[in-house]
């Protein structure tokens, strides 16, 4: 398979990626008036004039920890989902830094010029993520009182591994809430820490 570049006349008009190593790849256009969009046999068009609500959030998964996503719903079309990386192989996500960045960049660069009555989210949907900050905080915080008795007792190896893998736990975990943190933003402002750094 090989992966889209977009030519310079097309930066940050034309996105490509494959959501599945299987599956048909998404493409998506903008044009002065919407998104053009297509996937296998099925295609469609979404005006900007009907979009209602963009999110953008930071999506890991296991075989790419650096994946970012933007939803965008708009009226009479399905959910579009445009996301930072692409299938390379059956073990391997590619990173479209690049190329996502300025897509999405010139997405609300064009939705803030129609002035359309969009709601801008960033990060993951308020309930989930209070739910599962606190749980993670509760998680980190019942790992410290069991690590310190542990270090005091004179179980130095075991301890200073499983210091370890708190810390790298609580790094990796940690920024995903970071990231993700529940709000609002403007069209002419989207988050930084919601784009790939290329």
């Known amino acids: 398979m090989t992966t889209f570049v977009p030519s310079a006349s097309e930066e940050g008009l ?11 790849p998404w493409q998506f256009k903008l044009d002065e008036l919407g998104i053009a969009w297509s996937v296998g046999g099925h295609s469609g068009r979404v005006a900007f004039r009907d979009v209602r609500r963009v999110r953008m959030s930071y999506k890991p ?32 996500q590619e990173r479209l830094d ?15 010029r129609t002035a359309a009555p969009v709601r801008y989210e960033c990060g993951t949907a308020p309930f989930k993520y209070w739910v599962g900050f606190a749980m993670f905080v509760v998680l980190m915080v019942g790992f410290a009182i069991l690590a310190i008795p542990a270090l005091q007792s004179g179980f130095q190896a075991g301890a200073l591994t499983a210091v370890m893998f708190f810390i790298l736990f609580g790094w990796q975990v940690g920024r995903f809430f970071l990231r993700n943190r529940p709000g609002v933003y403007r069209a002419d402002a989207p988050p930084e820490a919601l784009l790939p750094k290329g």
């Open 14 to 24: 034309v996105y490509t990626y494959r959501p599945s190593l299987m599956g048909a």
């Open 98 to 112: 690049d190329a996502y960045s300025a897509f999405i960049r010139e997405l609300h660069r064009r939705l803030a």
């Open 61 to 92: 998964v296991s075989m790419q920890p650096t994946r970012f996503l933007t939803e965008l719903w708009a009226d009479g079309a399905p959910k579009l989902e445009i996301v930072s990386s692409t299938w390379k192989s059956m073990i391997q």
